[in-house]
């Protein structure tokens, strides 16, 4: 991430296309139910973390983030959908609510998320 964005972005976000390999997204060939369960146990697990909203079946998380050294609130939001080929594909939002620049808090918050829950269902 170059310093100029660093400074000047407080909102990341998951797109198939984007330049930044870590925020496009993860697809599933694993049935909705048992991935939209692994995100919201991985997203109750997170420290400093709290559950705002859950909706499976709109499937949609929300969540506030707080930020380790400063305490600033971040929202997220996750939202879950079945792709053309019937995957379950989980893109992610993540923004501060304070501040021009995130020294790229929120991409890393997303890219760290979505890592998690590889792991998580690879361990079922």
Known sequence: MN?????????AFTDPRS???????HTYGIPFAVVY????????????????DARPVEGEIQAEARTLLWRFT???WIRLSLDSQG??????????????????TN???IARFLHAVDRRLRAM
Do not use: K, Y
């Open 3 to 11: 310093l100029i964005r660093a400074l000047t972005t407080n909102r």
């Open 19 to 25: 330049e930044d390999p870590r925020l496009r997204g």
């Open 37 to 52: 369960g692994a995100v919201l146990a991985e997203v109750e697990s997170r420290p400093r973390w709290t559950l705002v």
């Open 74 to 76: 971040d929202d997220v």
């Open 87 to 104: 995957q379950t594909r989980v893109d992610m939002v993540s923004a501060s609510r304070v501040g021009r620049g995130d020294l790229g």
């Open 107 to 109: 991409a890393r918050r």
